[in-house]
Nanobody, 121 residues
Framework: VQLQAFGGGLVQAGGSLRLSCAAS????????MGWFRQAPGKEREFVAA????????YYADSVEGRFTISRNKAKNTVYLQMSSLKPEDTAVYYC???????????????WGQGTLVTVSS
């Protein structure tokens, strides 16, 4: 599966932004999808993930209650709705795919190119 993330930009603290990840490939609907982020000088970290059915979602503690992951199988797209953004959310955000459950970056084999989110204070 090939992935392309977009929707990043500059937003003020407290604001909202929605990221999208468009996927190509006939088996997209069966993939476990995740969002990760990497801030300057830091390691890539898990943000959110969603099961192939969309019925199970997983979040990092730092974004729980503020971010929502969802998927639209008909559009082959996964979304990350981000609200109440904080300056510490500033990072390059990546979407990723794997055949089954996993939350670690090393467990994902397919990655999009990343989209930059900058939150100003």
């Amino acid at each position: 599966v090939q992935l392309q993330a977009f929707g990043g930009g500059l937003v003020q603290a407290g604001g909202s932004l929605r990221l999208s990840c468009a996927a190509s490939g006939r088996t997209f609907s069966s993939y476990f999808m995740g969002w990760f982020r990497q801030a300057p000088g830091k390691e890539r970290e898990f943000v959110a993930a969603i099961s192939w059915s969309g019925s199970n979602t997983y979040y990092a503690d730092s974004v729980e209650g503020r971010f929502t992951i969802s998927r639209n199988k008909a559009k082959n797209t996964v979304y990350l709705q981000m609200s109440s953004l904080k300056p510490e959310d500033t990072a390059v955000y990546y979407c990723a795919a794997r055949p089954d459950y996993g939350l670690g970056p090393a467990e994902f084999g397919s990655w999009g190119q990343g989209t930059l989110v900058t939150v100003s204070s």
